[in-house]
């Protein structure tokens, strides 16, 4: 067959390699969306001040957030809602952006994204069952008024004395919020075991 003749390319051929080029498009442009959003967040609820207009705070002073009146209400919102947990939304957000932008086989990180609320349920739990520092000037713990109405809950159900209750709580949270971190942002088994080994080696250097 000369060069100027057409190929006839079986259809399911042509379709495999249209499917695999659109799923490449999405993944990249899903990364690429990923990152600005983690960028967005991260500036919000780093420039985030109590003072600023929001949801519960109606006042026309001048605006710290660096994305303004939107960046406020997002930073707020999150603040309250889950407390410290929210430095965390971004952090998630950079790990899956770099998955889909550098990874060639990154569609599974997708079936984990789904367990990003478990793990902010854990974590703010734990977050609450901490003695706030001498600085928190809010009425709400650590963990936001999420962490803070699930633990009333569970400390209602105390099978024992109440301060070791909330200490195994606090346990079990931390626990499930260390595997579930890892797990959501999309550390695969061999990851894991090397980044625990190198730091293990590190520790063992200090010691």
Same mark, same amino acid.
């Given at each position: 067959?000369?060069?100027?003749?057409?190929?006839?390319?079986?259809?399911?051929? !042509?379709?495999?390699?249209?499917?695999?080029?659109?799923?490449? *498009?999405?993944?990249? !442009?899903?990364?690429?969306?990923?990152?600005?959003?983690?960028? /967005? %967040? #991260?500036? &919000? *609820?780093?420039?985030?001040?109590?003072?600023?207009?929001?949801? @519960?705070?109606? +006042?026309?002073?001048? *605006?710290? +957030?660096?994305?303004?009146?939107?960046? &406020?209400?997002?930073?707020? &919102?999150?603040?309250?809602? =889950?407390?410290?947990?929210?430095? !965390?939304?971004?952090? #998630?957000?950079?790990?899956?952006? =770099?998955?889909?932008?550098?990874? +060639?086989?990154?569609?599974?990180? %997708?079936?984990? %994204?789904?367990?990003?609320?478990? #793990?902010?349920?854990?974590?703010? %739990?734990?977050?609450?069952?901490? +003695?706030?520092?001498?600085?928190? &000037? $809010?009425?709400?713990?650590?963990?936001? *008024?999420?962490?803070?109405? $699930?633990?009333?809950?569970?400390?209602?159900?105390?099978?024992?004395? =109440?301060?070791?209750?909330?200490?195994?709580?606090?346990?079990?949270?931390?626990?499930?919020?260390?595997?579930? /971190? #890892?797990?959501?942002?999309? /550390? @695969?088994?061999?990851?894991? @075991?090397?980044?625990?080994?190198? @730091?293990?080696?590190?520790?063992? =250097?200090?010691?």
């Amino acid at each position: 067959m000369s060069f100027l003749e057409k190929a006839d390319y079986p259809d399911s051929a !042509t379709k495999e390699y249209s499917r695999t080029f659109l799923q490449f *498009i999405f993944l990249k !442009t899903l990364g690429i969306t990923l990152l600005a959003l983690s960028l /967005f %967040i #991260f500036l &919000s *609820i780093v420039t985030y001040s109590k003072n600023d207009p929001s949801f @519960r705070n109606a +006042n026309d002073g001048e *605006i710290a +957030n660096f994305f303004g009146i939107f960046g &406020s209400h997002l930073a707020d &919102s999150l603040h309250v809602a =889950i407390g410290i947990t929210m430095f !965390t939304v971004p952090v #998630f957000l950079l790990a899956w952006s =770099i998955r889909f932008l550098f990874s +060639n086989s990154s569609s599974y990180l %997708i079936k984990r %994204i789904v367990l990003l609320p478990v #793990f902010i349920a854990f974590f703010s %739990i734990f977050l609450s069952t901490n +003695n706030t520092p001498y600085y928190w &000037s $809010f009425e709400y713990g650590l963990g936001g *008024i999420f962490g803070d109405t $699930f633990l009333k809950k569970l400390l209602i159900y105390q099978p024992f004395e =109440i301060n070791q209750w909330l200490q195994l709580i606090a346990v079990i949270c931390l626990s499930f919020s260390i595997f579930l /971190f #890892f797990l959501v942002a999309g /550390f @695969r088994k061999h990851e894991a @075991r090397e980044l625990i080994r190198i @730091r293990f080696e590190h520790f063992m =250097i200090l010691l």
